[in-house]
């Protein structure tokens, strides 16, 4: 990415102003002597800390006093309108308040840090965070901001229908605008310009996505004061927890292997080493074992280390077609609506099913180790498929289900190779092949958010490229034992001990 020698200066600038602050703030730390905040936008990746030199394991590297950081519980604007904030006495953690401008709210710890960070950011100078709030970003590349032309990119992936928009523009109409606008007095500083509603629409939308890339949870500290990793970055939609903007701590970036961690203490949290680093290297933060998919719908980014946890979601419906192409004339005998509604009757019955690789967690210094390998389908799928075969003998008594739901091999056979044929037509449903794919990838013509929406869709694909090389060789498998038992015992021999399905 080419930076222009005015927006690099300025960059520095504010990178330099934010670093003054924070090694101002009472209580923080900076070892300035082993870490640097550097521009790293030449590989697209925003500013990021690197080590200055050889750092041992378990070294601070930085401390972040908890008065610094941004939440409901440091800004003045609680004090400001309290009725707003008061969401302990309800179980969900959700207000359904009426303050006494009539502004009706219902909020959560999501949208409350919206607010707290559109009133900070409206209070410029005046902010006490305002050289923090200068190095957050003021554009995403989240698919929250793509045109249908980019999304159009992620062809069939799950991730379009994931990207939220329309939810983000309610949640800003109905909760966020009217508390500014029932409280414009407190928003907007004295002598200000007040921002109409489409330009709050604009913030708000900026602190949704800045939030949902930065923040942290803040509560889920266990009794030695440390986190759990995987929900240290938070999506809490649901706003049960207590989310905060921690500075510094925010401009690590991260990946499925890292060499940092933060320690959530009671007065600070602390940036810690986890291995030894070497000079040069990036300190790389956690954001738990995500897809990249959801690294992307979320951060705005993709790795290729990220790709071990790729997931691909399975349509229950084109596993259904394969079981009903396989029925053939035996549909005859079936009423195929009155079968569906008895089994989709069942509570447990699912839309879809999410395929992944067996994969190991990070070890304690953050590294990974083996391969990620798709190793089995999920459970519930199987279980699904038996349901269904059972609502088909109840209602047409056809021969193939009786026989399918007494014989497991039988079972299994069916079950795989109607999951196979699901798993083509699901590959059907993306326009490009993966070859098509990497073709695209080698050109090298593609712009970063292109790039992004081929590695995801590509991901998809390659997993669901391997989860039918799995079934091929259980399907083998199956071939050879049977045939295996058939020398061993005759045609009419007693079946050798059957696999479990
Ligand atoms: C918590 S911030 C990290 C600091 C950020 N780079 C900045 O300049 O403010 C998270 C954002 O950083 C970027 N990011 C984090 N890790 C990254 C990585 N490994 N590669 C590229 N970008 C990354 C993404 O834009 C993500 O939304």
Known sequence: MEVDSDAGSRFADVTRNFLNWFQTRHGATFRSDLIAVEDLRGRNAGRGIIAKQDIEANTVLFTIPRNAIICTATSALRDKIPGVFDIENDDAGQSDSEDEDGASSSQDSWTLLILVMIYECLQGEASRWKPYLDVLPSAFDTPMFWSAAELSQLQASALVAKVGKEEADLMIKTKIIPVVRAHEHVFFPAGSAKLDDAQLSELAHRMGSTIMAYAFDLEKDDENGEVDEQDEWVEDREGKTMLGMVPMADILN????????????????????LRPIKAG????????????????RRYGYVTAKHSRHDVVELPWGLVEAELKERLGSRMALLDWDKMKQLAWSDEDFEESFVLERSSEDPDSTGLLGGDAIFTSLPDELGEQFKTFLKAIKKVGNVEFAVQALSDKDMRKDLYLQAVLGALQARERQYATSLEDDERLMNAGQLTGRQTMSVWVRSGE??????????IRRV???????????RTTHGDDGPAAKRRRF
């Not at 074992?289 to 690294?295: I, R, S, V």
């Not at 399907?475 to 038992?485: G, W």
């Open 254 to 273: 991260a990946d499925a292997e890292f060499n940092a961690h933060i320690n959530h203490g009671e007065d600070a949290l602390t940036a810690t080493a």
């Open 461 to 470: 694909k390659q997993l669901l490229r391997e989860a039918q090389s799995w």
């Open 475 to 485: 399907l083998d498998e199956m071939r050879n034992d049977k045939a295996s038992n």
């Open 281 to 296: 290297d990036e300190i790389l933060n956690y954001y738990g074992p995500l897809p990249n998919g959801e690294l992307l």
